[in-house]
């Protein structure tokens, strides 16, 4: 299949990768032309603007946009639609909002374009491992995309979700759980950090890869950061960021009636980390000392 690709860093990147390794066609289009040209090594056919690879894709044509969320990927949208004609299709890989989706597909179907929004999980490892997909949009729209689902995704990790948005709605929520499940490792393994056992954190993260009921890649991801940087992490600051979608699923939770503690706490934590010095915790230290005469800490 012949298919246009905006965005090459590391995951769209390998995704192109992949692509060609399973025969498609690949036009390849990044705003640093260093990646456009690089990927073209590989086979990839470059392309150094927007309106030269609508112009080497064939009618009806497929445009893969892999650029961050939001502003970006607006912006890459909006240029699109300046060379698209009616029949051919947008396909959103990164991570937007579902609300974002729906409207887009309404935009873009008034002017005959069809829109898909693909979640996509794997990483760095998806070129090896093949990439979950978790795709939404209408059977019509992605009914045609069915060779290149099948070939960025391992047997059994591709899942049409629903319709427009459902795609990007079950990454949402795929990465809420994320969130939740890093959280557990990371208190689980602080507390056994903290012990007065001499334990090797690297071999107990091994070890629970075999049969336990805990074992996850994410375990086995844990297991290598150890064996490759040491179980201390020095070199690591305790500092957390977060990409947009735990807190929409948290408030996806909240507009639902949902509760979801340990979501809505793991992205709380992420919070806290970006914190020097905490306000809160100067203000409990301060009420404390008010009102029981507790020892406080002076900065």
């Known amino acids: 299949m012949r298919i246009g690709f905006i965005g090459l860093g590391r995951m769209g990147g390998n995704m192109v990768r992949r692509l060609l390794r399973d025969g498609h066609q690949v036009v390849a289009y990044n705003r640093s032309p260093e990646k456009t040209r690089e990927i073209a090594t590989e086979g990839a056919e470059p392309a150094f603007s927007i309106e030269e690879l609508v112009a080497k894709l064939e009618k009806p044509r497929v445009a893969w946009i892999m650029v961050p969320?939001?502003?970006?990927?607006?912006?890459?949208?909006?240029?699109l639609m300046e060379h698209l004609e009616p029949g051919d299709t947008i396909v959103d890989g990164g991570n937007s909002n579902f609300h974002d989706d729906v409207r887009r597909h309404g935009e873009l179907a008034a002017k005959g374009v069809r829109y898909v929004d693909a979640g996509v999980s794997g990483g760095i490892w998806g070129l090896a491992n093949g990439f979950c997909l978790m795709v939404g949009g209408e059977p019509e729209a992605v009914r045609p995309l069915q060779p290149v689902?099948?070939?960025?995704?391992?047997?059994?990790?591709?899942?049409?979700?629903?319709?427009?948005?459902?795609?990007?709605?079950?990454?949402?929520?795929?990465?809420?759980?994320?969130?939740?499940?890093?959280?557990?490792?990371?208190?689980?393994?602080?507390?056994?950090?903290?012990?007065?056992?001499?334990?090797d954190l690297a071999a107990i993260a091994d070890n629970w890869m075999h049969g336990s009921v805990v074992r996850s890649w994410l375990l086995e991801l844990l297991g290598r950061a150890y064996a490759g940087q040491g179980q201390d992490l020095e070199h690591l600051k305790g500092w957390v960021a977060d990409s947009g979608e735990g807190r929409w699923t948290v408030q996806e939770a909240i507009d639902r009636d949902v509760p979801a503690p340990v979501i809505t706490i793991a992205l709380q934590t992420r919070f806290r980390s970006r914190q020097e010095d905490s306000y809160g915790a100067k203000v409990l230290a301060a009420l404390r000392n008010e009102f029981g005469g507790h020892a406080v800490k002076s900065s």
Do not use: C, W
Not at 151 to 166: D, N, R, T, V, W
Not at 171 to 187: D, P
């Open 69 to 79: 969320a939001g502003d970006a990927t607006e912006a890459q949208i909006r240029e």
């Open 149 to 199: 689902f099948d070939s960025l995704a391992p047997e059994g990790g591709y899942i049409h979700a629903g319709g427009p948005g459902g795609g990007h709605y079950v990454k949402m929520i795929h990465n809420g759980i994320e969130y939740g499940m890093m959280q557990a490792y990371a208190e689980g393994f602080e507390i056994l950090h903290a012990s007065d056992y001499d334990l």
